[in-house]
């Protein structure tokens, strides 16, 4: 909470912040949060039941699915 209204009174800050992230992650091997977006779809494939090579054949694909798009304001501290 204390995160989120402090960038919300400051929007220069939450700019700020985010161009120092994108500093330091061009200096990373791995950017993680390509791993956990990577984790995310592959949950999110594996719950709704995604076509694999051995489900494919029983129409079961992800265009019949319906789409739900959301973002989330999280505080990670």
């Given amino acids: 909470q204390h995160s989120y209204e402090r960038f919300k009174s400051n929007p220069t800050l ?4 985010h ?6 992650v061009r200096q990373w091997p791995v950017n993680p949060l390509d791993l956990t977006i990577r984790w995310i779809v592959k949950l999110e ?13 029983k129409g079961n694909d992800l265009s019949s699915q ?7 304001i999280a505080d990670f501290g």
């Fill in 14 to 17: 939450f700019q700020q912040y």
């Fill in 19 to 24: 161009e120092g992230f994108r500093t330091q």
């Fill in 45 to 57: 494939k594996k719950k709704r039941g995604a076509p694999t090579s051995q489900n494919k054949s």
């Fill in 66 to 72: 319906k789409k739900i798009n959301k973002i989330v």
